[in-house]
């Protein structure tokens, strides 16, 4: 997992840097930061911050070139996984609560990215955590998508409120709504539909899914080994609709590890769980020390 973002960020490291190569040095990291599905903004973003930190330094008489790098490096990569506001779920729920009335959040992503199960995953963890909560079966658009979501859902032991095929997406989360602050639910999980951000009926239909639900939490799910597809993703649910967290799937997967990187730098908005598997244990909270941990390794001095 992220093994060449983390390479990359070795071989910089490890760099023989002086004031004659500098610019050079930071043209090469940036370029294999973009192979690395680093967007190019957040990837000039972070060799711009480097050049700036070394602005002052005379490079050559560093006593420890390696160090410093890494140092900076961590620090830049710290505040762009830091978001402008951070998140704890199982608080905010709690909070909620304690005024009677369910936690509503709303679920948003293209087909693909897992969203449907990643709700599942959610309501799986949830109820670790002695937090009931009841789904909104609020892709209409396509029957697969409601008996997908009752598939996963079912397997969890959490209950679906469903309409009919092609019913109004926003009616239905109402009804999830009404149904959670009848039987004291804790939490409403809403998934909508998964087509395109190019969809302008789509979100229309989203935007409506909002006004009418008044989420606690609107979140962006991204496949994170679509790489700037899913960066372009979540910019336009967030122009249009707006969001208020990310989950990113299949990090597991993931060798590269940009995509994390530009979703935290450009929405600034958290990260609050990764997909790791297939099973429904597998979601976990995002650990923003261990990933940084992950793609910088340890300071070797």
């Not at 989203?206 to 939490?217: E, N, T």
Request: charged share 25%; glycine share 6%; net charge neutral.
């Amino acid at each position: 997992m992220l093994e060449k973002l983390k390479s990359t960020f070795s071989i910089f490291v490890k760099k023989t840097l002086s004031e004659e190569n500098l610019d050079k040095t930071l043209g090469e990291l940036n370029l294999l930061l973009i192979s690395n599905d680093v967007a190019t903004e957040t990837a000039d973003q972070i060799t711009s911050k480097i050049k700036e930190s070394l602005r002052n330094e005379q490079i050559g008489l560093l006593s420890s070139r390696k160090r410093y790098l890494f140092d900076i490096l961590k620090g830049i990569i710290t505040e762009i996984l830091t978001p402008e506001k951070d998140i704890d779920l199982i608080e905010e729920i709690r909070k909620k609560n304690e005024k009677g009335q369910p936690y509503v959040m709303v679920f948003l992503g293209v087909n693909g990215t897992g969203k449907t199960t990643t709700i599942a995953k959610l309501a799986y963890y949830l109820k670790k955590h002695n937090i009931s909560s009841v789904a909104s079966a609020s892709d209409t658009f396509r029957a697969a998508a409601i008996e997908q979501l009752t598939y996963h859902m079912n397997n969890v032991g959490i209950r679906v409120i469903k309409h009919e095929y092609k019913s109004d997406p926003a009616s239905v989360a109402y009804d999830a709504i009404n149904h959670a602050s009848a039987k004291k639910i804790d939490v409403v999980l809403v998934d909508t539909a998964g087509r395109q951000v190019s969809n302008k009926n789509l979100m229309i239909e989203m935007q409506k899914i909002v006004r009418v639900a008044d989420p606690d939490l609107v979140v962006f799910v991204g496949d994170s080994l679509a790489g700037n597809d899913a960066l372009n993703q979540a910019k336009e649910f967030n122009r249009n609709v707006g969001i208020d967290a990310n989950i990113l799937t299949k990090l597991d997967a993931d060798t590269k590890g940009g995509s994390a990187l530009s979703i935290s730098c450009e929405t600034r908005k958290p990260i609050i769980f990764v997909g790791t598997g297939q099973k429904y244990d597998d979601l976990k909270p995002f650990d923003r020390d261990f990933f940084i941990s992950s793609i910088l390794g340890t300071n070797e001095g």
